[in-house]
């Protein structure tokens, strides 16, 4: 493993394995009476988070509380941030206080990489988002979701169709789930309107296709992403309805699904736009799995960059 | 590299201290053998087999990966999990016996007393290893024991088990 969680592109096949394998033997702690492991007694994780977050800033705290670690939260609002101060100057605070972990979401595509490269921190940076570049933590969690069920949850992902639906632009959550899941084996499609998918998806090696209603019967998981309304400055689609229409999840779509297949969104959702209220509560969505393994993949992989030594590390 | 248990001298020595377990535990009513991984599994599970044919019972058996909760984490390099499967009837008020191949300084015990805390109360804790090479830095010692060997801190002790290294044999190397 290496001392940064930065991109799945600098992941190996092996890394991503472990990290899952580990996921799995801490979710079999998890289902016991044991809330708390005293792994990462005395360390400290700094949750340093410059746009707003809900889930995978409690997901990381939860992750770090329940390996015993100190958490100190750190968001952009209300902050000296807020008064202008540089990455680079945090992170020096950070350093000064002692921060063994760094988690850090930031707007920028990059913002991660520049925090580990920077020579500002000794400290492990893990991704937590950084524009529209990769969101790692989502992706593996996602591959854990995949692997926990449809595949008894060992094993890669080897034979799986694997969809991904909606804003490909904006999307870390994309970038990184279509990296990660490729390598593991599956076969994915990218659908979106032509505004919506990246001339770069060329070089990732996946099919994409613009039209959802093709081939629906074949995929053992649709990942539905969210529209990114706040990083949409031009107009990349007519009107909700008609993206709805043409690129929603409904009832109608997903009865046309495999009986087994999965229904995945990343969340937060825009119910009635990317996804129909029953879409995201039918039998087949694992929204709320994903959640609860999100915690899970956290804690396999601030064990892995935070268990060991600091200078077998570096 | 001397041999100092062969495959039928650790046979002899799981039979025995299957038969010390069940003298001591008077049955094997209550008793939970867990062994702790890869290899204290592997005899744990042996163990289970011995007792069960001599008791004509099913034994209730599991592993205890204590990783998670080594006091040396920050000094080596992150390890992989291993399983942790505890039996579904638990380990309250039960006598559990823990199940490791070498006690060296006992810091592994002392980590899965830590573990066995946080899944219930036994009734006791009782400890069985294969080899016992001394230098002990904590306050434990072993129920039972296959073969004490006096060792010197730059030997190895290296317990071969068929189901994993092809062989059932204990060794002493020397490291440098």
Aim: glycine share 8%.
């Amino acid at each position: 493993m290496k001392t940064h969680l930065l991109t799945i592109e600098d992941l190996t096949r092996d890394d991503a394995l472990n990290i899952l394998e580990t996921a799995v033997e801490l979710s079999r702690i998890s289902d016991t009476p044991i809330k708390k492991l005293p792994t990462l007694r005395g360390r400290t994780v700094v949750n340093l988070f410059f746009e707003d977050s809900t889930r995978t800033r409690i997901s990381f705290e939860a992750a770090a509380k329940r390996l015993s670690a100190d958490v100190i939260n750190f968001s952009a609002k209300g902050s000296s941030l807020s008064k202008g101060e540089s990455l680079k100057d945090t992170a020096q605070t950070l350093q000064a206080m002692g921060a063994d972990g760094v988690v850090i979401r930031h707007p920028a595509s990059g913002a991660a990489k520049s925090l580990a490269d920077g020579g500002w921190i000794k400290g492990s940076v893990i991704n937590a988002g950084d524009g529209t570049h990769e969101h790692p933590t989502q992706a593996l969690l996602d591959a854990f979701t995949i692997r926990e069920k449809l595949l008894n949850g060992s094993g890669d992902l080897k034979g799986l169709e694997i969809a991904i639906v909606g804003d490909i632009l904006h999307s870390r959550v994309a970038r990184s789930n279509a990296l990660l899941l490729q390598k593991l084996g599956a076969s994915i499609t990218l659908i979106a309107p032509p505004t919506l998918l990246p001339v770069e998806v060329a070089g990732w090696g996946v099919k994409s296709s613009y039209n959802f209603d093709e081939d629906l019967e074949k995929f053992d998981v649709v990942m539905m992403l969210r529209v990114q309304r706040e990083r949409m400055s031009d107009s990349f689609f007519p009107s909700e309805r008609e993206y709805s229409r043409e690129y929603g999840l409904n009832a109608g779509r997903v009865s046309r699904l495999k009986k087994s297949a999965l229904v995945m969104h990343p969340g937060p959702m825009n119910r009635g736009l990317e996804i129909s209220a029953d879409a995201a509560d039918c039998a087949k969505a694992v929204i709320v799995d994903q959640v609860k393994n999100g915690v899970i993949v956290r804690m396999a992989v601030l064990y892995l960059l935070l268990g060991g030594i600091e200078n077998v590390r570096k | 590299m001397p041999t100092v248990l062969s495959a039928p001298d650790l046979q002899r020595a799981l039979k025995r201290i299957a038969h010390e377990i069940l003298e001591k535990n008077r049955g094997s009513e209550s008793i939970v053998l867990l062994g702790i991984p890869t290899r204290g599994a592997t005899l744990s599970h042996r163990l289970a087999q011995v007792i069960s044919s001599l008791e004509n019972c099913s034994i209730d058996q599991g592993t205890l990966d204590i990783t998670l909760y080594r006091d040396d984490l920050s000094r080596q390099a992150p390890r992989s999990l291993l399983p942790t499967v505890i039996p579904t009837s638990g380990i309250d008020g039960k006598n559990v016996i823990l199940i490791d191949d070498v006690l060296f300084s006992g810091r592994t015990i002392r980590a899965a007393l830590d573990a066995l805390s946080e899944f219930g109360r036994p009734k006791s804790v009782q400890l069985a290893v294969l080899i016992d090479r001394g230098h002990r830095e904590l306050p434990i010692r072993a129920d039972y024991v296959g073969k004490n060997i006096p060792t010197s801190r730059n030997e190895r002790v290296q317990v071969c088990l068929t189901e994993i290294d092809g062989i059932d044999e204990v060794r002493i190397e020397e490291t440098l």
